[in-house]
């Protein structure tokens, strides 16, 4: 059985987020020694396995919650917008409609074309914004300005460490507060 928090956070040597990992292939890179540096308020997870007679002791291996790993970083760092989706859009923009600046439940909540999808508006972080059903329906077709219903923040591209976040999964606090310490000044997520 796993623990809530079994997501491991790796980094490269230099501290960029890579990717979340599993529990099991986090410690393949402790027992292969490929690990540069760990962080986290103490383990994540203790692994046992067989003993060894001729030391007569239990191997052992502490997965920490945040690992960078020695060698070259796996990711473009030019290539830095996290992949788009609805719940990291609603998320980004905090539940609160862009137009009415009124919170709901996801559920509540659209993905909303500043630029409308008909006239050449992409699915891109630039151009969509959270919005409820009402406010949606009522601006249409139409540009916000057309509608007469301006926005009441203006969209983003999320960073890198914010796009970590924006994934919701379960982080523990120590992870969440180390990626939240990282994040741009001015940062929604903050």
Known sequence: MHPLHSHVLQLDIQGTPQAWISLEHAALYVATGSVAWVDGDGPLATLRGG????????????????????????????????????????????????YCAQRFTERDLQCEHIVPESRGGGWTWMNLVAACGACNGRKADRTPEEARMPLVYLPYVPSRFEGFLLEGRHIRADVHEWLAARLPKGSRLS
């Open 51 to 98: 003993f060894n007679v001729e030391r007569g002791r239990q191997s052992v291996i502490d997965v920490h919650p945040i690992i960078a790993l020695a060698g070259a970083s796996r990711v473009n760092l030019f290539d830095v917008a996290p992949a788009f989706s609805k719940r990291k859009l609603l998320r980004r923009d905090r539940m609160t409609c862009a």
